[in-house]
Structure formats: C-alpha cells, structure tokens
C-alpha cells in the first residue's frame, strides 16, 4: 500500500538545493551551450572547426615534405537543435545564418520527426575567406 504524505510530507533536508545548484570540483571545465541562439530553434549543440580547402605538399627527392602551402581558408559551422514551433523561411541552403557574431553560408538543412518525438533540425554553414562578407572569425 502507498504512503499518504499529504499530511506529513518527507522532509530531504537540502535536497532541494543539491538538485537545483550544481557544484563543481577540481578542474572546472566550460559546461554546455553559452549564449547561442536562432530564432525558431532550441539549440542542443554546436561545433566550429576551421581549415583551409587547398592544402599543397612539397617533397625532396625522398619524398620528405619540405613545406606546405594552404590557401582557401574557411570555417565550418554545425548547429542542432529542436525545432520550437516552425523553422523560420531563412533556413535554407543558400540564406545567411548569423551566429556568435560570424555570418556564413548554409550549404545544408535537414530535418527530422517522428512519433512521440521533437522534430529536430540539423544545419551545416561556411564561411569563407574570400568573401568579405562571409569571412571567418580569426
């Protein structure tokens, strides 16, 4: 038979307070997403990875690599996240997405539903170093 706490509820003496705040110890690390935001979008996560597009070897009569020249430098940004109510008509390949004070490019939009899930939405962008604006962020 269940317990009836409506008179007496239990008492967890500061669980409350271990739930609500997190503490950290040690090395504290950054924790989760800071600040990002796209309208529409619940943002789970994000990633950037910057490269250059042309990467040219030099080898000796060994074939030891005696320098390296790269050119074409971009950078390539990934965002997932849950759809709010609708995604908004400007994501989609070929618009501009404005992130973390950076525009790029969106080369790619998928998304994806299913019974008794969110819908979820998956956006790649570039930036590139040609285009002056679309240049990536040092």
Request: glycine share 8%; proline share 2%.
């Amino acid at each position: 038979m269940a317990e009836d706490f409506s008179n007496n509820p239990p008492q967890f003496d500061g669980l409350e307070d271990t739930l609500t705040q997190a503490k950290e110890y040690g090395t504290i690390l950054k924790y989760g997403l800071d600040g990002l935001t796209l309208a529409g979008i619940l943002i789970d996560s994000y990633s950037r990875s910057v490269k250059h597009a042309n990467m040219e070897e030099i080898v000796d009569q060994n074939g030891i690599v005696t320098g390296i020249r790269m050119s074409d430098g971009r950078a390539e940004i990934s965002v997932s996240g849950r759809v709010k109510s609708t995604v908004s008509a400007m994501v989609k390949a070929g618009a501009v997405l404005s992130i973390n004070n950076e525009n790029a490019l969106i080369t790619e939009v998928s998304l994806s539903a299913g019974s008794k899930e969110f819908t979820k939405v998956d956006i790649k962008a570039a930036c590139y170093e040609g285009i002056n604006a679309l240049k990536p962020l040092s």
